[in-house]
């Protein structure tokens, strides 16, 4: 009776009812068993959409790549480790999704082929990595049918609102979020963010706060494209 | 008084009066101002050792690659992230350095050029990246003079004391630490290790311990070979 009560309560956010999927972290690319490619992302702003579009009472999936953060509770969280595996959980999870948002820092290319022992250094003054290129998620989740409202994240240290309207039109997304991580006191592994929303025909500037509070004024702008 | 008295105690330890530099951790090499590639050392080695060094009275220099480790209490931290800057924090700890323990999983090679902008993905399917040779952090110290007393770790996949041993001869080195990566119950991240000392005469197992124990039967030893 307590539960149903409680989920009751949930029924009544302005996402009860609706099924979200976030990304979040970096993903790792191997190099070797020892080692990889990733980037600075913290996890900080998926982990914290996903409280928030719970708290929203949607029914939540976070793909995450390797993180230190707790997981958040009452939501469905799915360690992964590369792109691809974040591909693969991406498209697993995709089934009745309402919402996608992609917020992971996917790397965008992996090694062609990790080796499957340690890369001794050798006397080799250069080395020579070959890349691929990964499966683009975002791109795939917003291609699909039905599609669901997709949001992009864009972390640029330059031209950020020109590459997001970019990113935007390219993969067909419904939002993108733009920040500049080249400002130190915003974004990667801070506790704050400031961000430009890139919207298919305007911009909306939400002025530097916590990435709690990003989240919930993120979570509430979706809720009113859904509803 | 008490400082004084503090003091004391720790000048009855083993390595009383000898100053010990460890390094610890992953490096990290930039590939622009998001992406990097590092390694999965947690650093937990390292900081143990520069523990165990202090407890037995030795003024202690830890030289950390980024890890999400408390910095250990009378340990001197001089946080790096690469290679390069590994390199010369090592240099400039050298003096009067009695032991130098390279414990950190330093990157072998870096790339050519760090891009200053963030590289865009692009229309390409494949990225190829140029990677140059890091100075040889360890083999710079043991060919120093007066050398100090010079310990390597080798963690490796296959071929483990082939590996190490062909370390310490080419390297100079006086003291060898080899694990076995592969294994997935000890070593990276691990709060656990056993390990293989390759000395220049012998070699000695030391049975699965924690890595607190087993830096403590390290320093003993190395104490040892000071006396």
Redesign the interface.
Known sequence: AIAAHCAGLFDTGSLAGKRVVITAGPTREA???????????SGKMGYALAEAAREAGATTVLISGPT?LPSPERVTLLPVVSAEEMYAASLQALPDCDVFIATA?V???RP?QAAA?????GE??????????NPDIVAAMAAHTPKPFTVGFA????RVID?ARDKLERKQLDLVVAND??RSDIG?NSDENAVTLVWPQREENLSRRSKHQLARDLVERIARQLA
């Open positions: 190099l070797d068993p020892v080692r990889y490619i990733s980037n600075h992302s230190h820092a790397a965008d290319y062609d022992q340690k890369i001794k250094k080799r003054d250069t080395l020579v990595i070959e890349l691929v290129k972390a640029e240290t330059e590459y991580v080249s990667f």
